[in-house]
């Protein structure tokens, strides 16, 4: 019986133990607080503690990273954690599946592919970049790796800070507005939690090392597109704004989660399109339709 270690119980961590499980696998799920997972054991673990991470990486077939340092923490928090990982992963032979973002590329890049080029022009892109490289690097001390690339999501569990997530949806469906980060109007790529959580799946069991995939993007469609599809199908009366540039400056100043974020609005003042044609051949998965997403998304915030 395959045997995973998931790194994370949060919107991803938790639906991949699951999807493991369910299939029969035999899974345990790390987390600081040894958060609970139905059918998966559970156990606190610091994933920057190398040694512990070894202990609980020892016999298992995969390692799933599902998890994020807070983003004001980035620069310190996941050098920490690659060393581990490297080390984890060097001692066990199990595979690191990643979950990633696009954050390596530049804005401008054009519709993103899985060779696209990394060029990362910020200080969150250049982290992630430096932990791929580095996976890659340690493939002399008999470190596999593979990596799962989306933009930003959105589906059940999508919470308050993700951008098509609940401060998005709620205010629609309660006839208010949704204030946006950027240009509304903007065309850009969304995955579909539940997809995500098949593409790392099925990265995993293709095996191999050193590939970098793309997870499919149910969603290519700008927010003010988004917001009048939900009125259209549900008859609700809110609205989608931009942020006035005066209050986003203020939030900027005064909430550190915030200035973090303004470093990646380049990704909404240009388009920002996903082509994940390739990774879905290879591995055999498909986006779910959109209306069905968008749908089951909608009934959640409901």
């Known amino acids: 019986m395959p045997h995973h270690l998931v790194i994370g119980a949060g919107a991803i961590g938790?639906?991949?133990?699951r999807r493991l499980a369910g299939r029969g696998d035999r899974v345990t799920v790390g987390t600081r607080r040894g958060t609970a997972v139905p059918g998966a054991t559970a156990v606190a673990l610091d994933v920057a503690d190398a040694e512990a991470l070894t202990r609980a990486a020892d016999g298992v077939d995969a390692v799933f990273v599902c998890s994020n340092p807070p983003y004001p923490d980035w620069t310190a928090a996941w050098p920490?954690?690659?060393?581990?990982?490297?080390?984890?992963?060097?001692?066990?032979?199990?595979?690191?599946?990643?979950?990633?973002?696009?954050?390596?590329?530049?804005?401008?890049?054009g519709t993103m592919r899985e060779d696209t080029p990394l060029a990362p022009a910020t200080a969150k892109g250049r982290v992630r970049v430096d932990t791929w490289q580095r996976l890659?690097?340690?493939a002399d001390q008999g470190v596999r790796a593979v990596e799962v690339r989306a933009s930003d999501y959105f589906g059940l569990a999508a919470?308050?800070?993700?951008?098509?997530?609940?401060?998005?949806?709620?205010?629609?469906?309660?006839?208010?507005?949704?204030?946006c980060v950027g240009d509304p109007d903007q065309l850009h790529s969304w995955a579909y939690l539940p997809d995500v959580v098949e593409a790392l799946v099925a990265a995993a069991d293709h095996g191999g090392s050193g590939r970098a995939w793309?997870?499919?993007?149910?969603?290519?469609?700008?927010?003010r597109e988004i917001a009048e599809e939900v009125?259209?199908?549900?008859?609700?009366?809110?609205?989608?704004?931009?942020?006035?540039?005066?209050?986003?400056?203020?939030?900027?100043?005064?909430?550190?989660f915030l200035?973090?974020?303004?470093?990646?609005?380049?990704?909404?003042?240009?388009?920002?399109?996903?082509?994940?044609?390739?990774?879905?051949?290879?591995?055999?998965?498909?986006?779910?339709?959109?209306?069905?997403?968008?749908?089951?998304?909608?009934?959640?915030?409901?």
């Open 14 to 17: 938790a639906p991949v133990a």
């Open 80 to 109: 920490a954690v690659t060393t581990s990982l490297v080390a984890a992963a060097s001692a066990t032979g199990a595979t690191v599946v990643l979950m990633g973002n696009l954050y390596g590329h530049a804005p401008g890049v």
């Open 136 to 138: 890659l690097a340690a």
């Open 159 to 179: 919470g308050g800070t993700a951008h098509l997530g609940s401060r998005f949806f709620r205010p629609l469906l309660a006839g208010r507005t949704a204030w």
């Open 214 to 223: 793309l997870a499919p993007h149910a969603l290519t469609m700008s927010r």
């Open 231 to 256: 009125r259209r199908t549900t008859g609700a009366t809110g609205r989608v704004r931009a942020l006035p540039a005066p209050v986003w400056a203020a939030a900027t100043a005064a909430v550190p």
């Open 259 to 302: 200035r973090e974020i303004r470093e990646l609005e380049y990704q909404f003042r240009a388009p920002f399109v996903v082509d994940a044609g390739r990774s879905e051949r290879a591995l055999g998965i498909v986006a779910t339709p959109a209306a069905e997403a968008l749908q089951a998304t909608v009934a959640s915030y409901r």
